[in-house]
């Protein structure tokens, strides 16, 4: 059974930074690419980026391209978030997905067929 668990949310203050993990067990981690969606009080869950399991490749969506990097290492089975220039729209809980497809193909929550249970980053002076 996957196993994700997602680290190093908190408070920060607008055009601080943050770096989240995303800790994998139970699967093969380098056949999975992982993703990282957030959900703000009353919205839909969003996707924010996502990262290929074969060469790497990340993908951004447009709100966050440019401010957050993603990284895996697959020696740790741990996929990063690096965040910076946060603003407080990007306060939402965090969230990480596996799912052995590819990046390309897997934009939206239903997409992702294994889920941890989220980190709250809340960006607020």
């Known amino acids: 059974q996957v196993q994700l668990v997602e680290s190093g949310g908190g408070l920060v203050q607008p055009g601080g930074r943050l770096r989240l993990s995303c800790a994998a067990s139970?699967?093969?981690?380098?056949?999975?690419?992982i993703g990282w969606f957030r959900q703000a009080p009353g919205k839909e869950r969003e996707w924010v980026s996502c990262?290929?399991?074969?060469?790497?490749?990340?993908y951004y969506a447009d709100s966050v391209k440019g401010r957050f990097t993603i990284s895996r290492d697959n020696a740790k089975s741990t996929v990063y978030l690096q965040m910076k220039s946060l603003k407080p729209e990007d306060t939402a809980v965090y969230y990480c997905?596996?799912?052995?497809?590819?990046?390309?193909?897997?934009?939206?929550?239903?997409?992702?067929?294994?889920w941890g249970q989220g980190t709250q980053v809340t960006v607020s002076s």
């Open positions: 139970r699967f093969t981690f380098g056949y999975y690419a």
């Open positions: 997905a596996a799912d052995p497809g590819l990046c390309p193909s897997l934009l939206r929550s239903a997409d992702f067929a294994s």
């Open positions: 990262i290929s399991s074969s060469d790497g490749s990340t």
